[in-house]
């Protein structure tokens, strides 16, 4: 088991920046590959970016490539997603999630047995 507690939302506008952490507990933190999964309103739940057990690896949707990067800190077993340029599209709850495969690389929402409670982030345009 593990848990997972999602910070660091906000509202800002549209172009500037948020930094979102999750801070794990439980099982050894690196057994886990992670991810950032949103969900906007009246929306399904949506793959945003992973990164494998290792932090060697990693995988972006392309609607945040190039400005979302994702990284993880096996010490402090924190998870974050540094989110740059953010869009009024960009507007959802970030939920961070475990996948219990450590050698598992997925981007769908079932494949994920943990998650966080979320944390909103709007972006006003």
């Known amino acids: 088991q593990v848990q997972l507690a999602e910070s660091g939302g906000g509202f800002v506008q549209a172009g500037d920046s948020l930094r979102l952490s999750c801070a794990a507990s439980?099982?050894?933190?690196?057994?886990?590959?992670m991810a950032w999964f949103r969900q906007a309103p009246d929306k399904e739940r949506e793959f945003v970016a992973r990164?494998?057990?290792?932090?060697?690896?990693?995988d972006y949707a392309d609607s945040v490539k190039g400005r979302f990067t994702i990284s993880r800190d096996s010490h402090k077993n924190m998870l974050t997603l540094q989110m740059n340029s953010l869009k009024s599209e960009d507007t959802a709850v970030y939920y961070c999630a475990a996948d219990p495969l450590r050698y598992r690389s997925t981007r769908n929402t079932f494949d994920y047995g943990y998650w966080g409670q979320g944390t909103q982030v709007t972006v006003s345009s």
């Open positions: 439980g099982r050894p933190f690196a057994d886990y590959p």
């Open positions: 990164i494998d057990w290792s932090g060697g690896v990693t």
